[in-house]
């Protein structure tokens, strides 16, 4: 088996794994001012794990000119990378930022073919079967096998329940791993830990008067905070993406760990439909507001947060990681963040609760226990060649592919 390592090799972003010259997995953007691709690619068929902007970000780049390759996904991860793509289209269409074209975008839906988890199917001369990653909702174990060699693609996993999705179990026999280490030098806390203190937290603020904006991702971390205030009996809106992605979700009860905990959560949250002058208004309102962008650089956040941060009894719970340079992370370490292009002090409370759908350090090597006679290949981290190191001090057969690298196998 030939591996080229096109993106997602020593970083986070931009994954793309090309097997045999034939196959690809996954093709994603990596955020920024300019965003950044992976190595070009004309495979004979595309294989996405996941929905999520750094692993399906570019594919409808892949189907410009004569190019018509299959792509292969499931259900959910089919909606989620076209909702995607459209939304790159809207911000970044027609400029550098954006590598591909509304016609593209339409042909993803013409190549487009979808399966279950455990389903194994047949493509560009390999076998193909999907595990639940526990990612979020139609996140896969990529299994593929091209009749020599059976590779493990584990793309993005995690190793504990969340509210959405549970837990992955699955340990298929492979000969050689392609392992994320995202978190590989990261204990998180308890989950449920970390529930109780945001809701603690929510609760007190709501109790003594305040407004509480809660900034998350479109994609599974909505939907999170949302069955934990419907749990909670906390009153909540919900506004950006997510309301979409929500409703999508519901279509695909099979992908959720419990659909009809995410239908309550749903009747439970009010669904703005308004514009700023409306979010204004609810952001005078004593609620709790779940809102993209997570990371503060857009969304509707953009009119909720000067609205509520000239009082110290509102808060800004951030649940997600704050990339560096966002307005996210700058409000994190200076109270202080740049809002449309202002710098604004920030006088309510801002707290950060670690909602990771990733496993840690302990997960993920409590899943390479499985393992421990196969071949690694770390990816998808700003340390890979270190947990490598590690992991080959602890008895592995372990590497860390630079960038552009091709392995033989």
Known sequence: MDIRFLGGAGEVGRSAILINDRLLLDYGMKSGNPPQFPGDAAPDAIVVSHGHLDHVGAIPSLLSGDARPAIHWTPPTRELALTLARDTLKLHGGTMQCPFTETDVQRVTQVSKTHGYRETFEVAGHEVTFFDAGHIPGSAHVLVDDGETRLLYTADFHTEDQQLVSKTTARPDADVVICESTYSDVEHEDRPRVEERFVESVERTLWEGGTVVIPAFAIGRTQEMLLLCERQEIPCYVDGMGKQITKMLLRHPEFVRDADALRRAKSHARFVTGRDGQRRRIAEQNTAIITTSGMLHGGPAMTYVPAIRAHPTNKIAMTGYQVE??????????????????????????????????????????????????????NHGDRCEAFAEELRADGYDAAAPELGARLEL
């Open 325 to 378: 340079g966002t307005p996210g992370r700058e409000l994190l370490e200076t109270g202080s963040a740049e809002i449309d292009g202002r710098v604004m002090p920030v006088s309510a409370q801002v707290e950060q609760y670690d909602f990771s759908a990733h496993a840690d350090r302990n997960g993920v090597r409590a899943f390479l226990e499985s393992y421990e006679d196969t071949r690694v290949l770390v």
